[in-house]
């Protein structure tokens, strides 16, 4: 009974297993009848304890070690020294109980023990397993906080283009309507509502038929086929508001996924303010068109109908000049001759700015304009004389240009105004300067000169600087003007730097 106690508080230590089975063998001798000449073994599998004086001898009792019904073992008691027999050999009948319930108790131990450790090796996986899936779990979570913020990013940006798109459709300048291909509205903006005077559930009640004018929907199959073949199409079309009045509107029409299937979004933009400047201009161009038809009326009348009797009457003022003998009709006739050459110039010059105003081009030849100048001055020497002028004109070359024969006209205004506007006894100079690409014919004099607001002006038709007693209906330079600028060339005027009088420059371009 003692050993039993004794191996129950080893036991209850809970040391480790070596240590248990050392101590219970050492206790074990002490229980039978000769302890000193007792000893004692566990042989397990694998290990086996004894006591110091251990040995084997044929004196021995044994009993199996079982755990969970297995042989793990054996524990033996041997006599050192031989003994009489009593009930089992040397031993008693309670000594061979006593080995047994000590062998079961080892059993016992090391299945508690194994429980023991498969318990904590349990544990230990599940504290691993607990951990892992922790982990796993910290992880999952972390990344479904990601997700959460991911996805709340995407329903902010979604839900600002979504705003963005709703301001954008709503507050525009223009109507906008989707509609499917059969022409039902799917959507309107708030400006398609105010315009036609419907409210959205109305219209998106609707179709496009019923706010177009019977013109459009005419043209309707034909316009749907333009769309689904390029996928967009700008037509014009006529909306007809709730109250029956209608809006000239242009429609930017173009296919669209909407809701996952096709349709059709259009831009109506208002037109009326389009269509008015369209017709005011449909207007102008008629009234220039009969202006115009009124201007060749007009030179006809000046060519034919004025200038032939012009014509007439200076024939018969040559004639009554020749035979005429009285001074003072002299005189008269002559006035009525200064007065009459006016009108046939005034005549002339505004046919000659007239079909010079309708011509687009010209023809060219090369010649040289420095002999079609001098040929001009020439023909203005009786003018030159009359008012005691010189001129100053030298050829020192060839000045080779492409050019029409109606060049003259520009050098004959450009030195008839010289002569025209410089007081008696005055100089005029031409030049011609190479000027690279290009030839510059100046003309210098030194009359009044011109002021630099009306230095643009003068080449424009009608503008007559205000001069008293100058002759001329300021058609000259305008013709000048008109006659350089379908050669390709330039006009100017510049101050004489002598302090008195202009220079007149034309450019032509070199053949
Ligand atoms: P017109 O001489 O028949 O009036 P022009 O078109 O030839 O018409 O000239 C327009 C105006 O420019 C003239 O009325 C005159 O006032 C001014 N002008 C032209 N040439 C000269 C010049 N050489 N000097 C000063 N003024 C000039």
Known sequence: MNCLYGISRIIEKNSS????????????????????????????????FQTKNFRETTWKQTSKIHVHGKQVGILEVFYLEDKPEIDEGPFLKEEMKLINSIAERV???????????????????????????TNEFTIANKQLQQEVIKHKQTELALQESENKFKSLFNNTNDAIFMHDLNGFFLEVNEIACKRL????????????????????????????????????????????????????TELSSRIIDFRGK??????????????????????YINELKYSNELKNLFTDIMRHDLLNPASVVKGFVDFLLDIEKDEEKIQAIKTIERNNKKLIDILESAAKFSKME???????????????????????????EEKQMILDFAIKGIYISKVNKVIED??????????????????????????????KVEVTDFGEGISDENKLQVFNRFKRVGKGGVKGIGLGLAIVKRIVDLHGG?????????????????????A
Not at 27 to 32: E, R
Not at 41 to 47: P, S, T
Not at 414 to 439: C, T, V
Request: glycine content about 6%; some cysteine.
């Open 410 to 439: 520009v050098f004959s205004n450009l030195l008839s105004n010289a002569i025209k506007y410089s007081p008696k006894e005055s100089r005029i100079i031409i030049n011609i300067i190479d000027a690279g690409d290009e030839w």
């Open 490 to 510: 330039r006009v100017g005027v510049e101050d004489n730097p002598a302090g008195q009088g202009s220079i007149f420059w034309v450019t032509l371009r070199k």
């Open 358 to 384: 309708s011509i687009e081009e010209l023809e060219f030849k090369k010649m040289d304009i420095g002999l079609i100048i001098k040929e001009v001055v020439g023909n203005f020497k009786p003018q030159l």
């Open 17 to 48: 297993l070596t240590d248990t089975f050392k101590k219970i063998v050492d206790v074990i001798p002490s229980a039978w009848q000769f302890p000193e000449i007792t000893c004692a073994r566990i042989a397990l599998d694998d290990k086996s």
């Open 197 to 248: 005077g419907y409210n959205r559930n109305e219209l998106l009640q609707m179709n496009t038929v019923d706010i177009n004018n019977a013109e459009y929907v005419k043209r309707i199959s034909e316009l749907n086929k333009e769309i689904s073949e390029k996928g967009h199409a700008i037509f014009e079309t006529v909306h007809v508001r709730k109250d029956g009045s209608t809006i000239p």
């Open 107 to 133: 059993g016992r131990i090391i299945e508690r023990r194994q429980a023991e450790e498969d318990l904590i090796q349990y544990r230990k996986h599940l504290e691993e397993l607990v951990e892992k899936r």
């Open 262 to 283: 096709k349709a059709i979004l259009c831009i109506g933009r208002d037109i009326t303010d389009r269509k008015l400047a369209e017709e005011n201009i449909k207007k």
